[in-house]
């Protein structure tokens, strides 16, 4: 069992910049795949980035956002910057067993309690 833990969401102007953690407890995670998703009111919850050997962002954020982990302190961070209001929505970390089809929402095994952003105009 995995149980992740997201935090560092707020409110922030259109331009701005946030940085999500995600930690991860119950076991070393560092051979499995890990991402971020976010799910905006009324939507699908949709890929935002992925991490394995690669990295792998969503086309509305590449360029802006980048995600990064620190496998000795069980950590994944996203930085957000240049932010816009269509970024808004909840954020979840996720992670899975293995390094494959990592940008797949429903390969996902462990999902966190979600973090929300909120980009104001």
């Known amino acids: 069992q995995v149980q992740l833990v997201e935090s560092g969401g707020g409110m922030v102007q259109a331009g701005g910049s946030l940085r999500l953690s995600c930690a991860a407890s119950?076991?070393?995670?560092?051979?499995?795949?890990v991402g971020w998703f976010r799910q905006a009111p009324g939507k699908e919850r949709e890929f935002v980035a992925a991490?394995?050997?690669?990295?792998y962002y969503a086309d509305s954020v590449k360029g802006r956002f980048t995600i990064s982990r620190d496998n000795a302190k069980n950590t994944v961070s996203l930085q957000m910057n240049s932010l816009k209001p269509e970024d808004t929505a909840v954020y979840y970390c996720?992670?899975?067993?293995?390094?494959?089809?990592?940008?797949?929402?429903?390969?996902?095994?462990?999902w966190g309690q979600g973090t929300q952003v909120t980009v104001s105009s």
């Open positions: 996720a992670a899975k067993p293995g390094t494959r089809r990592i940008a797949i929402k429903d390969e996902y095994d462990y």
């Open positions: 991490l394995n050997w690669n990295t």
């Open positions: 119950g076991r070393a995670f560092a051979g499995y795949g």
